[in-house]
C-alpha cells in the first residue's frame, strides 16, 4: 500500500464524502424499503471500495462508478443523478490529472452520456447542474496536471542550468590546471638533465598545482552534493582572497604577473563582494590566464586589475602577447562560458585583441544583479576557449 500523504487523502477523503453524500441520501430516500436499500447501501460500499484503487485504474474505476452509481438512481430515483454519480465524477478528476488528454475526454463522453435522465429526474436545473458537476471535475483534474507538468519543467530546466554550472566549474580547474601542467612537464623534460635543479622545481611545481586542482574539485563535489551537510570547512572555497595562489601558478609557468587591486582590502563587511561575484570574478581570472598560456604566442607579462567599486567589481587581464591565428577564430568554451557566467550574473564581458598590441579580457560584475554598463576602452568580442 503506498505510503504517499496526498495518495491517503484522496483515498479516505473521496470515501468520505461518498458515504457522506450518497450513503446518507440512500439511507434518507429508502428508509423502510426493505431489500432496496440493501442492495442501494452495498452499492456505495463498492464504490468506497473501488475509489481505494482510483489513482492507479482511474479508467476502470470510472466505468464501475458509473455502473454502481447509475443503479442507485434506478432503486432511488429520488437521488439526485449528481449524487448517484458522484463517485464517477471523482474518478473523472483523477482520470483528467494522471492520463493523457484523449483518455480523459473519452471519460467525459462517458460521463455525458447518460445526462438526459438528469433532465428527467430533476426537471430543467437536473441537466445543467449534472453537467456542471461534469465539467468541474474534468477541469479541477486538467489543472491539475497542467500544474504538476509545469513543475517538472521547471525541475528539468533547473537541473539542466545546474549540469551546465558544473560543467563550467569542473572545465575552469581541469583546463587551467591540465595547462600549467603540461608546460611545466615540457620545462622539466627540456631541463632535466642541463639544469636539474629547475627540472625539480618544475616538478615540485606540478605537484603544487595538483594537488590544488584535487582541492578544488573536493570542494565542487561537496558544494554540489544533495545530501543538504555543510562542511565548515574553507580550504578549497575560491575567491579573490586566492588571487595570489592562482597567479603564482601562472608565475611558475613563466610568465610575468602584475597584479593590483584596488577597493579589495580593508572595507566594510557589507561592501565585500557576494559570493557568487567573488566566484565569478576568480573564474574570469582564471580562464584569461589559462587562455595566455595556452594561445598567447610570446607572451611574457600580464597585468590584472581588479577594482571594487560600490557598484561593480571591475576586471581587467591584459598581456602583451600575439593572439594565435586559431585563437581569434575560434570559439571554445572557455570564453564563451566567462561570458555565461558575466551574464548570469547581469554583467558583462569583453575579450579581443588590443590597438596597444597584446590580448584583454575585462568584466563588470554588478554587486547587486543590476546590469551596468562597461567603461573605457572597448574590446570586440572574440577570442578562443
Not at 567599486?309 to 570559439?331: C, F, H, K, Q, Y
Request: proline fraction near 4%; hydrophobic fraction near 50%; charge should be neutral.
Amino acid at each position: 500500500m503506498s505510503q504517499d500523504p496526498g495518495r491517503r487523502l484522496l483515498r479516505w477523503g473521496s470515501g468520505g464524502l461518498v458515504i457522506g453524500v450518497l450513503g446518507s441520501s440512500v439511507a434518507v430516500v429508502g428508509a423502510g424499503s426493505g431489500w432496496r436499500l440493501g442492495v442501494a447501501s452495498g452499492l456505495v460500499v463498492v464504490q468506497v471500495c473501488a475509489l481505494w484503487r482510483v489513482v492507479r485504474s482511474p479508467a476502470a474505476v470510472l466505468g464501475l462508478t458509473m455502473a454502481t452509481g447509475l443503479a442507485v438512481w434506478a432503486l432511488f430515483p429520488a437521488v439526485s443523478l449528481t449524487g448517484a454519480l458522484l463517485a464517477a465524477q471523482i474518478a473523472l478528476c483523477v482520470l483528467a490529472a494522471t492520463r493523457p488528454r484523449r483518455i480523459s475526454l473519452w471519460g467525459v463522453a462517458v460521463m455525458c452520456a447518460p445526462a438526459p435522465l438528469a433532465l428527467l429526474a430533476g426537471g430543467r436545473l437536473g441537466l445543467p447542474l449534472y453537467l456542471l458537476a461534469v465539467a468541474l471535475a474534468w477541469t479541477t483534474g486538467e489543472l491539475y496536471q497542467t500544474r504538476r507538468a509545469r513543475a517538472a519543467a521547471e525541475t528539468r530546466r533547473a537541473v539542466a542550468e545546474e549540469r551546465a554550472r558544473i560543467a563550467r566549474e569542473v572545465h575552469d580547474v581541469v583546463a587551467h590546471t591540465v595547462s600549467v601542467m603540461v608546460i611545466q612537464a615540457s620545462a622539466a623534460e627540456d631541463g632535466f638533465t642541463a639544469r636539474p635543479e629547475q627540472a625539480r622545481q618544475a616538478l615540485r611545481d606540478i605537484e603544487t598545482v595538483g594537488r590544488s586542482a584535487l582541492t578544488e574539485l573536493r570542494w565542487l563535489l561537496r558544494a554540489f552534493r544533495d545530501d543538504g551537510q555543510e562542511d565548515g570547512s574553507e580550504q578549497g572555497q575560491v575567491g579573490l582572497a586566492r588571487l595570489d595562489e592562482m597567479v603564482d601558478v601562472a608565475r611558475a609557468a613563466g610568465l610575468s604577473v602584475v597584479v593590483r587591486q584596488e577597493g579589495t582590502e580593508d572595507v566594510p563587511a557589507g561592501c565585500l563582494p557576494p559570493t557568487a561575484v567573488d566566484l565569478t570574478a576568480y573564474r574570469i581570472i582564471q580562464e584569461a590566464l589559462t587562455n595566455i598560456l595556452r594561445h598567447a604566442a610570446d607572451a611574457d607579462e600580464v597585468r590584472v586589475s581588479v577594482h571594487l567599486g560600490e557598484a561593480a567589481l571591475d576586471i581587467e587581464v591584459v598581456d602583451n602577447g600575439r593572439p594565435r591565428a586559431a585563437a581569434v577564430a575560434g570559439s571554445g568554451r572557455g570564453l564563451t562560458g566567462m561570458r555565461e557566467r558575466a551574464a548570469l550574473l547581469g554583467g558583462s564581458l569583453r575579450a579581443g585583441p588590443l590597438d596597444s598590441g597584446g590580448w584583454g579580457v575585462r568584466a563588470r560584475l554588478p554587486m547587486e544583479g543590476e546590469r551596468l554598463p562597461m567603461e573605457g576602452e572597448s574590446l570586440p568580442m572574440e577570442g578562443s576557449s
